[in-house]
């Protein structure tokens, strides 16, 4: 299966903004649509944890640590979905994984992107 691919990290003061985006070449818009996707953070000797998720049914969710300051979002036209992260914190710090989930339960990583949050 194709993986996905994250784009946005770097690094950036407390305070300041990134905007991660994740593709999936090649994926048609009825499967873009109909996908499950999600952002993940991973911290050193810790796994995956769940920042945010979009759901095809419509809801949205944050973990508890970025709400308000995180915003998930899709762009149907462009296939892409985004992390805009505002307001960041050295504890966000770390790499941020894509994955999506189709219809049928199938589930896709990308490389991950990392993101410092350092002065």
């Known amino acids: 299966q194709r993986q996905l691919v994250e784009s946005g990290g770097g690094l950036v003061q407390p305070g300041g903004s990134l905007r991660l985006s994740c593709v999936a070449p090649g994926i048609i818009s009825s499967v873009f649509w109909g996908n499950d996707w999600a952002w993940y953070l991973q911290t050193p000797g810790n796994e995956r944890e769940l920042v945010a998720d979009s759901r095809r049914s419509g809801s949205i969710n944050y973990a508890d640590s970025v709400k308000g300051r995180f915003t998930i979002s899709r762009d149907n036209a462009k296939k892409r979905v985004y992390l805009q992260m505002n307001n960041l914190k050295p504890e966000d710090t770390g790499v941020y994984y894509c994955?999506?989930?189709?219809?049928?339960?199938?589930?896709?990583w990308g490389q991950g992107t990392q993101v410092t949050v350092s002065s």
């Open positions: 994955k999506s989930t189709d219809a049928y339960g199938a589930v896709r």
